[in-house]
Nanobody
């Protein structure tokens, strides 16, 4: 079974940037996605990307976040710019069945 390991979370001020990484233990052919879950809220899709590079974003992050993937490194990235306090959440990556352990993103106002 594939393993996914996220990294890159942290504490940042509003307006700042973070880059999340999700490294897979083997090649992934399926669409990869980043989800987030804030306290007391349901987990929601943030962005996903096909192996061919077709992307999809939730409206609240369009224009601020960019998902990308390096198939040679089995890694998916989430570049987050212009961060807002409402982006605070645990961010998870998934290949559809397996989930990473999550990385905390905290945006202070």
């Amino acid at each position: 079974q594939v393993q996914l390991v996220e990294s890159g979370g942290g504490l940042v001020q509003a307006g700042g940037s973070l880059r999340l990484s999700c490294a897979a233990s083997r090649i992934i052919f399926s669409t990869m996605g980043w989800y987030r879950q804030a306290p007391g809220k349901q987990r929601e899709l943030v962005a996903d990307i096909t192996r061919g590079g077709i992307t999809n974003y939730v409206d609240s992050v369009k224009g601020r976040f960019t998902i990308s993937r390096d198939n040679a490194k089995n890694t998916v990235y989430l570049q987050m710019n212009s961060l807002k306090p409402e982006d605070t959440a645990v961010y998870f990556c998934t290949e559809g069945r397996v989930w990473g352990q999550g990385t905390q993103v905290t945006v202070s106002s």
